[in-house]
Nanobody
Framework: QLQLEESGGGLVQPGGSLRLSCKVSGSRLDHANIAWFHQAPGKEREAVSCITSSGLKTKYADSVKGRFTISRDDAKNTVDLQMNSLQHEDTGVYYC???????????????????WGQGTQVTVSS
């Protein structure tokens, strides 16, 4: 069973950067699609980015294209999210989610992912 644990959140000024990391255990990364979700205060959880089990496909929400980059380290079994040019709207809890699959498509739906981390708080404020 997939287990995921996020780290790297914190307080950052607008325009700053943070790097989130998702440590995956219970499975090799090439057996699962991994995604990052963002839940802003009072709003629903939304997909930010994902990477397929093949590592060949990634996807980004329009709001983060050009600012966020997802990457995978198979040796460490981690999936990172590099977040640059952070904005107030990026504030919220970021969750790592995963599902065992060979499906080479990034699914943005919350309900598709069977396993979730506990989340890490990101606050963008001056």
């Amino acid at each position: 069973q997939l287990q995921l644990e996020e780290s790297g959140g914190g307080l950052v000024q607008p325009g700053g950067s943070l790097r989130l990391s998702c440590k995956v255990s219970g499975s090799r990364l090439d057996h699962a699609n991994i995604a990052w979700f963002h839940q802003a205060p009072g709003k629903e959880r939304e997909a930010v980015s994902c990477i397929t089990s093949s590592g060949l496909k990634t996807k980004y929400a329009d709001s983060v294209k050009g600012r966020f980059t997802i990457s995978r380290d198979d040796a460490k079994n981690t999936v990172d999210l590099q977040m640059n040019s952070l904005q107030h709207e990026d504030t919220g809890v970021y969750y790592c989610a995963g599902r065992h699959t060979s499906f080479n498509f990034c699914n943005p739906n919350v309900t598709w992912y069977a396993h979730w981390g506990q989340g890490t708080q990101v606050t963008v404020s001056s």
